[in-house]
């Protein structure tokens, strides 16, 4: 199942400089995608998400921008911090399935001090 | 903060025993879940439940599989006679509104199947 697919496994960043984690989708049902954020031992923890009638939604240092033409989406953290280090999760759902969300593989994201 | 809790965090059986995992959930939430994740994989839809009833599930949630809310706070997943291919960790989630819409599902930190 490659529904929801995020293709760099991992990604190294310097503390205070920009990370953008991409995911990319082939699902036209899905209107509704989600960031969450995985720590070792930790359930994974929502950090952001986005409808398609959007392309774009910030939180703070969050951002998600949605693409719906190429079916892509990106979270932008600026400034990274150490603390960011985590697997991080796109995810997706919609249609009449609301209550399953589709997630892909991760990317681990490593902010050096 | 209101969190969804799991119980154990780790559990070791033999193939083909019955296990239980159990999971209590945010207490105003109306909707939840399970999902799983075995090692180096993605997190995966397993079932969801509304109302005392399986709203959706996976192909993966077989006969074998089953949940239950047998009261007003525990939900809880049995996987009737375990096999190796189940070792996995699995996730409960908990959400106000229909998960997705609301933007937000609560996850736990997970119960660690190991099947030998």
């Known amino acids: 199942d490659q529904q929801v697919k995020q293709n760099s496994p991992s990604l190294s960043v310097q503390e205070g400089r920009i990370s953008i984690l991409n995911c990319d989708y082939t699902?036209?049902?899905?209107?509704?995608f989600l960031w969450y954020k995985k720590y070792p031992a930790e359930g994974p923890t929502f950090l952001i998400s986005?409808?398609?009638?959007?392309d774009k939604n910030e939180d703070g240092r969050f951002t998600v921008f949605l693409n719906k033409s190429a079916k892509h989406l990106s979270l932008h953290i600026v400034p990274s911090q150490p603390g960011d280090s985590a697997v991080y999760f796109c995810?997706?759902?919609?249609?009449?399935?609301?209550?399953?969300?589709?997630f892909g593989q991760g990317t681990i994201l490593t902010v050096h001090p | 903060e209101p969190e969804v809790t799991q119980t154990p965090s780790h559990q070791v059986t033999q193939m083909g025993q019955e296990v239980i995992l159990r999971c209590v959930p945010i207490s105003n939430h109306l909707y939840f879940y399970w999902y799983r994740q075995i090692l180096g994989q993605k997190v995966e839809f397993l079932v969801s439940?509304?109302?005392?009833?399986?709203?959706?599930k996976s192909e993966i949630f077989d006969d074998q599989f089953s949940v239950e809310r047998p009261d007003g706070s525990n939900f809880t997943l049995k996987i009737r006679s375990t096999k190796l291919e189940d070792s996995a960790m699995y996730f409960c989630?908990?959400?106000?509104?229909?998960?997705?819409?609301?933007?937000?599902?609560?996850f736990g930190e997970g119960s660690r199947l190991t099947v030998l």
């Open positions: 986005i409808s398609s009638i959007k």
């Open positions: 699902n036209s049902m899905f209107d509704y």
């Open positions: 989630a908990s959400s106000l509104l229909a998960g997705g819409n609301s933007g937000e599902l609560f």
């Open positions: 995810a997706a759902t919609g249609g009449t399935s609301y209550g399953k969300l589709t």
């Open positions: 439940f509304y109302n005392n009833e399986i709203s959706e």
